[in-house]
């Protein structure tokens, strides 16, 4: 198995086949366009920029292309980036496929369709149960290839399963130690809480909004779909209105993207469950890419904190 980019040293010698997972054009100081791209393998994703770039370049590097590359590693403000020599695409013969380059979630999608599916079982309030069911069928191949984020956390395929999975296994746990916890409500709220993104996002591959993600964002979308759900199954009743209420809190404040801050208990503990596992995401994939004794590049959406990787974690 030939080596992810993630994981060349600083001085290394690169030849390999890349992703292009995304490409923008700058203006240099003397007046030239460049290219920021930022190439990906299954290992993860590093950036690079191509010089004197012209238009023709502008169209032969666009997002989805499959490159060959050759440069060395090379540190820049604290972070890992490929300094270009040589650059071409892919041709036919060279028998490379889209999906040999793609990040995905560490769990089968079988495995993740199964376990979502025994928690949906396990509701007991029928409306509620009927609600998520029902969305989630109407949603399914986009759910289950979608990640959950452009950037910062879960961005890879099936991140967005993964991410719901995982926050369902703590969402049983922490009611397990609090059996006050309405679960029904929990579990409806991690599975609905980012339904919307099958619509906000573009889909599993150079992942960018779409006109509904960039207008509406995937709560105001999701609460419409709860809505229509409703209607369509015949529902009426205050769970309506409390899932929509859930989906609406979830990021905890308006300045985080909610209208509303959660108002009841199983809304202020799955905004807690959806930041853990978000967080903990972020926190594993910047570590990934250090050396114990090290520190990490800040992290955005920690404060923009470096962290450091003790010399005693393997």
Do not use: C
Not at 237 to 258: C, D, N, R, T
Request: glycine share 6%; no cysteine.
């Amino acid at each position: 198995m030939t080596k992810g980019i993630l994981h060349y040293e600083v001085g290394e010698q690169v030849e390999k086949f890349l992703l292009i997972k995304n490409s923008t054009k700058g203006i240099a100081s003397n007046g030239k366009p460049f290219l920021t791209l930022i190439f990906q393998d299954q290992s993860g994703d590093i950036e690079a920029k191509l010089w004197d770039a012209s238009d023709e370049d502008e169209k032969r590097y666009s997002p989805q292309s499959i490159v060959k590359v050759q440069g060395d590693i090379l540190n820049y403000r604290g972070r890992n980036q490929l300094k270009l020599k040589q650059i071409r695409p892919s041709t036919p013969t060279d028998a490379v496929k889209l999906e040999d380059f793609l990040e995905s979630a560490p769990v089968s999608k079988d495995e993740m369709n199964s376990k979502i599916t025994q928690y949906i079982f396990e509701m007991k309030n029928p409306n509620i149960q009927r609600i998520t069911r029902h969305l989630l069928k109407k949603h399914q191949n986009a759910f289950i290839e979608f990640p959950a984020a452009t950037k910062n956390h879960h961005e890879f395929v099936s991140g967005l399963a993964y991410h719901v999975v995982s926050m369902l296994d703590l969402a049983k746990a922490i009611s397990d130690l609090y059996p006050s916890l309405d679960k029904d409500l929990l579990y409806a709220g991690v599975i609905l809480h980012d339904l919307g993104k099958v619509i906000e996002l573009s889909g599993p591959i150079s992942t960018t909004y779409t006109v509904e993600g960039n207008l509406l964002g995937h709560i105001t979308i999701m609460v419409t779909e709860i809505g229509k759900a409703a209607d369509e199954l015949g529902i009426s009743g205050e769970e309506v209105m409390i899932l929509q209420h859930i989906v609406l809190s979830h990021h905890g404040k308006a300045e985080w993207g909610s209208p509303k801050p959660p108002l009841i208990k199983e809304a202020e503990i799955l905004h807690y469950i959806d930041n853990l596992d978000a967080k903990m995401n972020m926190l594993d994939r910047a570590l990934e890419r250090v050396k114990p004794g090290e520190y990490t590049e800040r992290v955005f959406a920690l404060d923009q904190r470096s962290f450091y990787k003790p010399t005693f974690h393997k």
